[in-house]
């Protein structure tokens, strides 16, 4: 199987996974990632992309929109750790429950998807009042949401997983103080996880979501992952 993954962002600034690689800062450069020079930065790079300052002494994480276990080789999974594959996230989100996430779609779609697999990874601004990092450099994003497609998968599924094929989403709070009508609060949740709940969902249901949101229809897979992609 091979799992093919797009990260799909709505949100101005967001930032850096890994502080050793920066993404592009000049018009001519060769498309490569380039490691972050010691001690003083480019201004170009400063103005263009975040940097490891802007997460400095603030409450967020780094965290990964395309996570590296997704990946198999080690270039594919260095190919993650940059500058525009991250959001600021909590870490009783990033720790936890989305981690959790991360880890069981890789594990239902190693046993049970026959062919390609596509993820596709982003997020939800909030309405109004987004918090951000750095005085206006990097946004921050009420909740994560994560979708996959596979047409080609195992009809011997077991019970649990009969709606989970070929698609199926998931939206992740990245504020314990947000209403819960999109993704519930789970009071059996441990303490310092509680409050960044993720709620698995039909691809259509997590489609309605960003409709209301960003006031525009999303259609995340082409033909809702049919076998013609």
């Known amino acids: 199987m091979t799992v093919y993954c797009l990260v799909y962002v709505q949100c101005s600034s967001l930032f850096s996974s890994d502080p050793h690689h920066e993404q592009l800062a000049y018009p001519g450069a060769d498309g490569n990632m380039l490691s972050f020079p010691l001690g003083h930065l480019d201004q170009n790079v400063v103005e263009s992309q975040g940097v490891e300052l802007d997460y400095i002494n603030s409450t967020y994480s780094r965290g990964h929109l395309n996570p590296s276990l997704h990946h198999k080789s080690y270039k594919d999974r260095a190919s993650t750790f ?11 989100s990033n720790d936890g429950p989305w981690e959790a996430l991360e880890q069981n779609v890789n594990k239902t779609l190693g046993t049970y998807c026959l062919g390609d697999a596509y993820i596709v990874t982003g997020i939800i601004p909030y309405q109004s009042d987004e918090p951000w990092l750095m005085n206006h450099r990097v946004a921050v994003p009420e909740y994560i949401w994560s979708a996959y497609c596979c047409p080609n998968y195992n009809n011997s599924l077991p019970k649990v997983l009969k709606d989970a094929f070929p698609t199926y989403a998931a939206i992740g709070r990245n504020d314990c103080n947000s209403t819960e009508e999109i993704v519930p ?23 309605m979501y960003l409709k209301d949101r960003f006031k525009t229809v999303v259609s995340v897979f082409y033909e809702q992952c049919s076998q013609s992609n």
């Open 185 to 207: 609060v789970s009071q059996q949740t441990k303490k310092q996880f509680r409050g960044y709940d993720v709620r698995k969902m039909p691809l259509e249901t997590l489609e």
């Open 82 to 92: 940059t500058l525009t594959n991250v959001v600021p996230q909590m870490s009783g």
